[in-house]
């Protein structure tokens, strides 16, 4: 990141996951303990994306995502690898272990409010090895996906007062073209 040597800086709140920072005029967020974050478009053999929906207090509601998780989170994994923390929280949240991992792109996830980046990846070759659904704090619920029908299913979870994480449209591109 560039950053102007002559803007001040000062912290405005420090929590243990995020610290609000204002430099010079203006307000971001920092994650706390983590590196970055990793995000899996995982498409089974049969053409069904694993998406997850899990509650979200900032939004008070359940959110449709790709499954993804913090990079160098875990004490003792500051120096995790992306694609490594990808494919593990593959598992822990759908069951789901790939036998390919491949990085598609990476960048800010909103970058008007934090300095946090995340990395996709395409996962291939499913198979399932456990049940998902996260970690003991986590209350995730998996969802295998028809390619076909995906857009009707996101509007429909919609309708239903779901919010869909803009990166799901992402995945459904890339979960539709060749790698």
């Not at 053999?45 to 499954?67: H, K, M, N, T, W």
């Not at 790939?98 to 990085?103: C, G, I, K, N």
Request: glycine share 12%.
């Amino acid at each position: 990141m560039s950053e102007t040597p002559d803007v001040e800086e000062a912290i405005l709140g420090h929590g243990r996951f995020l610290r609000l920072i204002r430099r010079g005029r203006w307000e971001l967020v920092e994650r706390v303990g983590a590196r970055g974050a990793a995000a899996l478009v995982a498409v089974t053999d049969d053409a069904r994306i694993i998406l997850i929906s899990q509650p979200r207090p900032a939004l008070g509601c359940e959110v449709i995502e790709l499954p993804a998780g913090l990079v160098g989170d875990d004490e003792g994994s500051e120096d995790e690898d992306a694609a490594v923390a990808a494919s593990r929280e593959l598992v822990e949240e759908t069951g789901y272990e790939a036998s390919h991992v491949e990085r598609l792109c990476g960048g800010p996830t909103s970058p008007g409010l934090t300095s946090e980046e995340i990395v996709i990846y395409r996962a291939t070759g499913l198979r399932r090895v456990g049940p998902g659904g996260g970690l003991e704090s986590e209350s995730i619920t998996v969802h295998e996906v028809p390619l076909a029908g995906a857009e009707a299913w996101l509007r429909e979870r919609e309708a239903a007062g779901l919010r869909i994480d803009l990166k799901v449209y992402a995945g459904l591109y890339f979960a539709r073209t060749a790698g």
